[in-house]
């Protein structure tokens, strides 16, 4: 697989990374333990070096990350991210200096590693000043713990004012197809500062693979249940923006999956998408993704059919939407 490098920061990685926080936590029971390792394995056997984890999944996700590459640790690169309070997502945030450094060494063991390579925060904590976030993983990469800075979600001024005190390497946020909103003002930010940029769901949390319809029920645990883009008849009406994107893959004789992927990957070299799954079929297309290539005309019919389609429903709901974009 072609390798990208994350910015001006030098770290290279798999143009496709895998993100993992589905093998555990979000999307319905955790996969089998055992599964789980060998389906990260196999994205490594078939070119994946980019790895996406959290404090926030459970332990149980980075030490599954850590056990899967133990034996091929420096041949990959580990994210993982800090920031919520005691770990738990619906606890409210928490990025204090002090904060920051446990989760660093309760991550350093799951993972069975000396270092982290990509150190996310994993949305800005309006009560510790950025500058404070910045200088605290400064300490912990000049302490040689951690490798690069990273940040989620972060809005323009945040990254601006992260990124003075210690560079940073990588913008994790959503973005696809059916998610544009970078583009209008993080996407040139990022271009500017040179700033990688880590789009996770980048197949609009499965719906763009063409396998989600109105009829599809989610397990209790889903977070999609929560989500007003997923409610019934917005998926209903969203699925004239599937629509669209299969008529675009039959035309290259790929999946929909593939070309939502393929488009990610087209619009910038410093652009690494983290597409999550839990099945090696899935997997496998998904790699698949970065082999194939889009042309200008073909970047132009995606743009004008895409452009034509409105799609319903907003991303989060309004508890979630008030943590990103600061």
Same mark, same amino acid.
């Given at each position: 697989?072609?390798?990208?490098?994350?910015?001006?920061?030098?770290?290279?990685?798999?143009?496709?990374?895998?993100?993992?926080?589905?093998?555990?936590?979000?999307?319905?029971?955790?996969?089998?333990?055992?599964?789980?390792?060998?389906?990260?394995?196999?994205?490594?056997?078939?070119?994946?070096?980019?790895?996406?984890?959290?404090?926030?999944?459970?332990?149980?996700?980075?030490?599954?990350?850590?056990?899967?590459?133990?034996?091929?640790?420096?041949?990959?690169?580990?994210?993982?991210?800090?920031?919520?309070?005691?770990?738990?997502?619906?606890?409210?945030?928490?990025?204090?200096?002090?904060?920051?450094?446990?989760?660093?060494e309760a991550s350093l063991k799951n993972?069975?590693?000396?270092?982290?390579?990509?150190?996310?925060?994993?949305?800005?904590?309006?009560?510790?000043?950025?500058?404070?976030?910045?200088?605290?993983?400064?300490?912990?990469?000049r302490a040689g713990k951690v490798g690069?800075?990273?940040?989620?979600?972060?809005?323009?001024?945040?990254?601006?004012?992260?990124?003075?005190?210690?560079?940073? =390497?990588? %913008?994790?946020?959503?973005?696809?197809?059916?998610?544009?909103? &970078?583009?209008?003002?993080? @996407?040139?930010? $990022? +271009? !500017?500062?040179?700033?990688?940029?880590?789009?996770?769901?980048?197949?609009?949390?499965?719906?763009?693979?063409?396998?989600?319809?109105?009829?599809?029920?989610?397990?209790?645990?889903?977070?999609?249940?929560?989500?007003?883009?997923?409610?019934?008849?917005?998926?209903?009406?969203?699925?004239?923006?599937?629509?669209?994107?299969?008529?675009?893959?039959?035309?290259?004789?790929?999946?929909?999956?593939?070309?939502?992927? =393929?488009? %990610?990957?087209?619009?910038?070299?410093?652009?690494?998408?983290? &597409?999550?799954?839990?099945? @090696?079929?899935? $997997? +496998? !297309?998904?790699?698949?993704?970065?082999?194939?290539?889009?042309?200008?005309?073909?970047?132009?019919?995606?743009?004008?059919?895409?452009?034509?389609?409105?799609?319903?429903?907003?991303?989060?709901?309004s508890e979630l939407q008030k943590l990103?974009?600061?």
């Amino acid at each position: 697989m072609q390798t990208r490098i994350l910015g001006n920061s030098g770290l290279a990685v798999s143009a496709l990374g895998l993100g993992c926080m589905g093998l555990s936590f979000g999307y319905g029971p955790a996969t089998n333990t055992a599964d789980a390792v060998a389906l990260i394995r196999a994205a490594h056997e078939r070119g994946v070096t980019f790895f996406d984890t959290a404090e926030a999944y459970g332990a149980i996700n980075e030490q599954i990350v850590g056990e899967a590459l133990a034996p091929v640790r420096d041949k990959v690169v580990i994210a993982t991210k800090f920031g919520f309070r005691d770990g738990v997502a619906g606890a409210g945030l928490d990025s204090r200096p002090e904060r920051i450094r446990a989760v660093a060494e309760a991550s350093l063991k799951n993972l069975r590693s000396e270092r982290i390579d990509l150190f996310y925060q994993h949305r800005v904590d309006p009560n510790v000043p950025i500058e404070d976030v910045a200088g605290a993983v400064a300490d912990l990469i000049r302490a040689g713990k951690v490798g690069h800075f990273g940040l989620s979600e972060a809005g323009a001024d945040s990254i601006r004012r992260a990124h003075a005190v210690q560079p940073v =390497a990588a %913008l994790q946020s959503e973005y696809s197809l059916w998610w544009r909103e &970078p583009e209008q003002e993080i @996407l040139p930010l $990022l +271009e !500017e500062l040179g700033i990688g940029f880590v789009p996770f769901s980048p197949l609009g949390k499965g719906f763009l693979t063409g396998a989600i319809d109105e009829n599809t029920t989610f397990d209790s645990s889903d977070f999609r249940n929560k989500v007003p883009r997923f409610a019934v008849e917005a998926r209903k009406a969203n699925a004239r923006v599937v629509a669209v994107v299969k008529s675009l893959a039959a035309g290259k004789g790929v999946t929909p999956a593939q070309i939502a992927l =393929a488009w %990610l990957l087209a619009r910038q070299p410093w652009i690494v998408p983290i &597409p999550g799954t839990t099945k @090696l079929h899935r $997997l +496998e !297309e998904n790699v698949g993704a970065a082999g194939v290539r889009l042309d200008a005309e073909d970047m132009a019919r995606i743009e004008a059919a895409i452009g034509a389609v409105a799609v319903e429903g907003a991303r989060y709901p309004s508890e979630l939407q008030k943590l990103v974009s600061r």
